[in-house]
């Protein structure tokens, strides 16, 4: 079968057809072709095995509390506790941007959702404040790829699925990744906002102001704790803390008011569609992979791949190009799904821990949601600011020059991403 089916699949894609059914077509026509038509059972039994998950449920769980997050108006309470902390530095409602974004990161776990509903607030707010409307858009975008590196995290739970990594390791994993983008990213906006004269925010809020800003938006700021105290503790498996996320959201903005009962049914019903759109592409990308699995393609690549340099430190820097330049044309989702298997086996047998490139690539995948021409982030901030995504990309260059930095970072020295699975017992 050699490796026409990823030639067929390329193809496909780049004239328009979707990923998922991409991921379907492609090796069912390599299968025809070589005349192997008894396979087809193996690649609709693994369809449907793919889908038919009790990890994946954290999947629609996390989506429905993420909805409920934005339509609740609880991104305000998270800009005013990031207002109080951080609104008197300079550059203020730019810092203010990056910071919502950590917060909301621990709620969401989504890049998209944070583009959105930051975005919405904030751009306009950060334009009537002098900033220019192309730097709020890149600052919103940029930003926003802390979404699913801080846990919860949608695409980390696919990779934990496909490639049988602990989802709570690499919850805790991601945990000083994301911290190290955010406050990196909060640097360069002081630098910036110092050349251009970026004015403050607001004055230096006092304790008694950061202490109500807190209290207001408590409950919310509470939800990580529970989510990751509970799966790192053991008290409950990371498809159970989905669940209990998503109740406690529901049950927070029920309480306080912020959401009716009237509007669940367009919530819930909104939160299906998604899932099922990701779902049947984890089951696509399971059948496409098990026609990798008979192929061999995994030991013809690592072959090639060892060819090429036989010193991990080397392998890993074309690895993260590879992955950057991917990351340029597929969305982080499906990347994942058919480079995993790929890449996975190929750095354990240079002894590269498997929880280590798990975060280096879902962190590098992430970031290609903010670079051109198919950044996915990149169309939502041009939608919510008009300007064009040219225009946001040319503006984004030194944030990207920063993400690029962190994945360097968070490559040669494992310490970033290992220390806190190690000290929780999921690395050893």
Not at 393 to 412: D, G, K, Q
Request: with cysteine; proline share 6%; charged share 10%.
């Amino acid at each position: 079968m050699g490796i026409a089916f990823f030639w067929i699949l390329l193809s496909v894609m780049f004239l328009g057809m979707p990923v998922a059914f991409a991921l379907l077509f492609a090796p069912g026509v390599s299968l025809f072709l070589e005349g192997k038509e008894m396979f087809y059972l193996l690649l609709t039994q693994r369809l449907y095995n793919g889908i038919d998950s009790f990890p994946l449920m954290a999947i629609p769980f996390f989506m429905l509390a993420g909805e409920v997050m934005n339509r609740s108006g609880i991104t305000l309470s998270l800009v005013q506790v990031s207002q109080a902390f951080i609104g008197h530095l300079r550059g203020g409602l730019a810092q203010i941007n990056i910071l919502s974004s950590m917060l909301f990161a621990g709620l969401s776990g989504s890049a998209v959702a944070d583009c959105s509903a930051l975005g919405k607030m904030l751009i306009p707010a950060m334009e009537k404040n002098g900033y220019s409307r192309r730097f709020a858009a890149a600052v919103t975008a940029a930003s926003s790829v802390i979404g699913p590196i801080i846990p919860p995290s949608g695409i980390m739970i696919l990779y934990a699925f496909v490639m049988n990594v602990s989802v709570g390791g690499l919850f805790a994993a991601g945990l000083i990744p994301g911290v190290l983008i955010g406050g990196s990213l909060m640097l360069m906006t002081w630098f910036l906002a110092r050349r251009r004269g970026y004015k403050v925010a607001s004055e230096k809020a006092t304790w008694g102001e950061r202490g109500t800003a807190v209290k207001q938006a408590f409950w919310p700021l509470l939800t990580p704790v529970i989510l990751l105290g509970g799966i790192i503790s053991g008290v409950f498996t990371p498809t159970e803390a989905a669940a209990v996320a998503a109740a406690y959201a529901l049950a927070v903005s029920l309480l306080s008011k912020t959401m009716t009962v009237s509007s669940l049914p367009d919530l819930l019903y909104a939160t299906a569609k998604s899932s099922a759109v990701i779902l049947f592409l984890v089951g696509s990308a399971v059948a496409f992979s098990s026609v990798i699995s008979l192929s061999g393609a995994p030991q013809k690549i690592a072959s090639f791949m060892v060819t090429l340099t036989e010193n991990p430190l080397l392998l890993l820097l074309i690895i993260n190009i590879l992955l950057l330049l991917v990351g340029m044309f597929l969305d982080a989702g499906p990347a994942i799904l058919i480079l995993g298997p790929i890449l996975g086996p190929i750095v354990t047998q240079f002894g590269i821990d498997p929880l280590h490139f798990a975060i280096v690539m879902c962190v590098n995948l992430t970031i290609g949601l903010t670079t051109p021409p198919m950044g996915l982030v990149l169309f939502v901030a041009s939608s919510v600011s008009g300007e064009k995504v040219e225009t946001i990309s040319r503006e984004m260059l030194p944030y990207l020059a920063v993400h690029i930095f962190v994945i360097l970072l968070i490559t040669y020295i494992p310490a970033l991403t290992m220390t806190l699975p190690r000290l929780f017992g999921f690395a050893s």
